[in-house]
């Protein structure tokens, strides 16, 4: 199966399904301060990343951290394709797995955006929220400087101009279906002993990931960072019940809620 390539900023090549995809999604990860949010990134550390797209995520980590363990996560086909090569490039101990995590073992199925893979999800209106948020900013309607340049820098605001229909394309949808598993089950599958960082970034499944967690392995997980996708109150409820966990949170607001889409960023630790 021959892939796109994108190239990122530190000059690496990364394989993809939409090479303007790539330009966002770097944005939102290599930009992100978790330090300023109080994590942290040890070196030979174990870090989980479920919802991992095409494996951006796991090559941040392996630049700030060579001798980590990844382990990633993602259900769709096409960004699983682009996650695997991925994987087999990095000089960490990488792990690709095509499998959604959840609640339960078992299998789902996902509204799969092949124009803008990172919105494909279990919760059809989250995307379609997401979706019609993403138009907005596209036909400039609400957005934000930083935003509008980054999608100068995409490309996609020209195509935008130049192509007729090109925006309702990006958003027409298919029907997938994935296996599921839990998480506490691929601890126990990997004789994990602990978690250095667990991500969370599933478009509306953050809970059903959180709710596959046995009791006995939360004192293993040492941090989070949860994208929540389902609005202000799932936000508060989550982060509430991390604090009673006994971890120390704070929230931010994502890139896309600077074109008006409620999206927050969750970072826990103890």
């Not at 690496?12 to 303007?20: A, T």
């Not at 990844?70 to 394709?81: D, T, V």
């Not at 993403?134 to 036909?139: A, Q």
């Not at 970034?201 to 990931?209: H, L, P, S």
């Amino acid at each position: 199966m021959s892939l796109p390539t994108a190239t990122l900023p530190d000059g690496r090549l990364v394989y993809c399904v939409n090479p303007y995809e790539v330009e966002f999604s770097v944005a939102e990860i290599f930009c992100d301060d978790l330090v300023q949010h109080g994590l942290d990134l040890p070196k030979n550390g174990v870090y989980f990343d479920v919802g991992a797209n095409i494996g951006l995520y796991a090559m941040f980590i392996q630049g700030q951290c060579p001798q980590a363990r990844i382990f990633s996560y993602e259900p769709i086909p096409s960004a699983y394709a682009a996650l695997e090569k991925n994987a087999q490039g990095l000089s960490s101990e990488a792990y690709a797995h095509h499998l959604a995590l959840g609640t339960e073992p078992g299998e789902i199925e996902f509204n799969y955006y092949p124009g803008i893979t990172a919105l494909s999800t279990s919760h059809a209106e989250v995307g379609d929220r997401l979706a019609g948020g993403l138009k907005r900013m596209l036909r400039r309607e609400h957005s934000d400087q930083n935003v509008l340049d980054i999608l100068d820098r995409t490309g996609a605001t020209e195509r935008t101009q130049e192509e007729t229909g090109f925006i309702e394309g990006l958003f027409e949808t298919e029907q997938v279906r994935a296996r599921v598993d839990t998480l506490s089950n691929q601890i126990a599958h990997y004789h994990i002993d602990h978690i250095d960082l667990l991500k969370i970034d599933t478009e509306g499944a953050e809970k059903e990931v959180l709710a596959g967690i046995d009791e006995q392995d939360w004192a293993k997980i040492r941090q989070l960072m949860v994208e929540v996708h389902i609005g202000k109150d799932e936000c508060d409820r989550i982060n509430q019940d991390l604090r009673d966990r006994g971890y120390t949170t704070s929230v931010g607001d994502h890139l896309l809620s600077n074109g008006g889409i409620p999206v927050y960023q969750i970072y826990a630790h103890r």
